[in-house]
């Protein structure tokens, strides 16, 4: 079954908060909307690391004599880590101040990136993250680098779909009756507490149901990393930075 789109999840939310749904009603709908978005950030801050909040395996290439490389994704949050292939080394992260200690002048490295990274991040003038990652020694040539990151999962098209599978949606829609009970009842106190009630029973219950796969993953990947020697858990990574 496919993961749920946001028109889906919001017609729904909308329905199991008191059958509210007006296609025609554009500034409930927007008002979901942002509900909705809410929502998948609370969710995300629970279960940051998870393989649900993360994006693996991107490539992009090195410029020679170029000190970095700049991803093009917009829905970054942090670049957990970063490798590439020639030499089979994963990098070093460490901080742009550190990145600046090491090497002030990077005209003065040249070679493969194999000893470390910097992520540095601005804000562009329409309101995206800009990334850069700046690599020691500075690229000497054309080179593929792999880079994993936590992705923003909030949904900015009705055609986007969840990064959750359908089977936690139930935890979506608990979630989201509180917070819109809130904005279109607020007077209703007792409706809204039991919202809230509600809402915590199901954030009970589908967390322990997500984590319990994360800690699995977790085994398995710290059984491989015993037996090759160099696995990297993803999921400590993110969980710990």
């Known amino acids: 079954m496919p993961n749920t789109t946001r028109s ?11 059958n509210r749904y007006n296609a025609s009603d554009t500034t409930l709908l927007t008002i979901a909307d942002d509900i909705l978005n809410d929502v998948f950030g609370m969710i995300q801050s629970l279960i940051k690391g998870h393989p649900f909040t993360l994006d693996i395996g991107n490539t992009i290439s090195t410029v020679a004599d170029q000190a970095y490389v700049e991803p093009t994704e917009t829905d970054i949050i ?21 990145y600046i200690n090491m090497v002030p002048d ?4 040249s070679g493969n ?3 470390a ?8 003038v329409t309101g995206n993250n800009d990334w850069r990652i700046y690599l020691i020694p500075t690229p000497s040539s054309a080179l593929t680098l792999y880079y994993d990151y936590l992705k923003d999962i909030r949904l900015t098209t009705d055609a ?3 990064a ?6 139930g935890w979506i829609y608990a979630e989201f009756k509180p917070l819109f009970y809130e904005i279109l009842e607020s007077n209703n106190r007792s409706r809204i507490a039991d919202a809230r009630l509600a809402a915590k029973e199901a954030r009970s219950l589908y967390l322990q149901a997500i984590m319990s796969q ?9 059984y491989r990393g015993s037996r090759d020697g160099h696995f990297d858990n993803l999921y400590r990574v993110a969980k710990t930075t």
């Open 113 to 115: 990136p194999d000893i």
């Open 106 to 109: 990077p005209t003065r490295t």
């Open 78 to 98: 942090e670049i957990l880590q970063v490798y590439q292939r020639v030499n089979d080394r994963k990098m070093k992260q460490i901080t742009y101040t550190e």
């Open 117 to 124: 990274w910097a992520p540095t991040m601005t804000v562009d």
């Open 164 to 169: 959750i599978p359908p089977t936690y949606d």
């Open 8 to 18: 889906t999840l919001r017609t729904n939310a909308l329905r199991k908060a008191g």
């Open 160 to 162: 986007a779909f969840c």
């Open 214 to 222: 994360a800690d699995r993953i977790q085994q398995v990947d710290s």
